[in-house]
């Protein structure tokens, strides 16, 4: 069931599901999984699903989902996968791997978040474009942007590069300042930052989960939202700077080009490399 810290992508498609008539949508819950009685298993991120808070439970974890996938393979249940990377953020070990292989087998629909999206082999495709966050951020005041002040929000994860961010950052000679804000997942990466941004007074950290008001205020202080990630291919972060009319710089890829394409150029920079 979604919480206070659930994205609110999640959220939004959960209140949009459960609006429609004849449909009963349940949350994801293991015993339900293995055990339930459901028609259609929809799943979002497979991998984080297999990712538990310690090595034991992540086993634990690629243990149940294999029973789960299993369950799928001997049954008339449908899955449908929406895809939302064209990879696993974060390297996976070969039990979730296999894991992911047999769900992509059992997969019947493959929903794509944008037209960039690979499909699965023999799997039917619909296009549902990512929604924008409007009306979600529409209650919480916004403030004017300062100038020369870069913003980053979201779960801080390695495959954002952030350290590469502060990196950047410190060679940037000037009056400029940057703000970041959200829990960083491993806690070692949060400390790296803080050790990074120690000797520069230009730097704002703000290393915990942000309030949908916090998030407001940090995206429209800022007068460009940095997404510096090795990887990018749907980013609900993006979409949430556009949302509250701030542009982003992104790495370039087929994906960014084609969100630069539809709402603009200006509104969607992008770096080459690192």
């Keep these: 069931e979604p ?40 799943v979002h991120w497979p991998d984080a699903t297999m990712t538990g808070s310690s090595p034991l439970r992540t086993r634990v974890r690629q243990l149940l989902f294999g029973r789960v ?48 999206t690979a499909s699965l082999a023999g799997v039917p495709v619909r296009l549902i474009p990512h929604g924008d966050y409007r009306n979600w951020y529409r209650n919480y005041p916004a403030t004017e942007s300062e100038p020369n002040r870069i913003g980053f929000f979201g779960l801080i994860r390695t495959y954002k590069n952030l350290p590469a961010l502060v990196t950047a950052f410190g060679a940037l000679a000037g009056d400029y300042r940057l703000s970041i804000g959200g829990r960083a997942d491993p806690a ?20 915990r989960h942000l309030t949908d008001a916090e998030v407001v205020g940090l995206i429209t202080r800022s007068a460009l939202i940095v ?48």
């Design 188 to 207: 070692t990466l949060g400390r790296e930052l803080q050790a990074r941004s120690e000797s520069d007074p230009r730097i704002e950290l703000t290393l």
């Design 3 to 42: 919480r206070l810290t659930t994205n609110p992508y999640v959220v939004q498609l959960f209140e949009q599901l459960r609006a429609e008539p004849g449909l009963t949508v349940d949350p994801f819950t293991w015993k339900r999984a293995l055990f339930g009685n459901y028609d259609v298993f929809h």
């Design 227 to 274: 997404l510096p990630y090795r990887e990018l291919h749907n980013s609900g972060s993006a979409l949430a700077a556009l949302s509250l009319d701030r542009p982003v710089l992104v790495p370039r890829n087929s994906a960014t080009d084609a969100l630069a394409e539809e709402v603009g150029q200006e509104w969607v920079q992008r770096f080459d490399g690192e």
């Design 69 to 116: 996938v299993r369950r799928f393979a001997k049954s008339n249940r449908a899955v449908v996968r929406t895809m939302h990377n064209s990879s696993p953020h974060e390297n996976v070990d070969s039990s979730r791997e296999r894991a992911l292989e047999l769900l992509d087998r059992c997969t019947a629909l493959q929903i794509s978040l944008n037209p960039t």
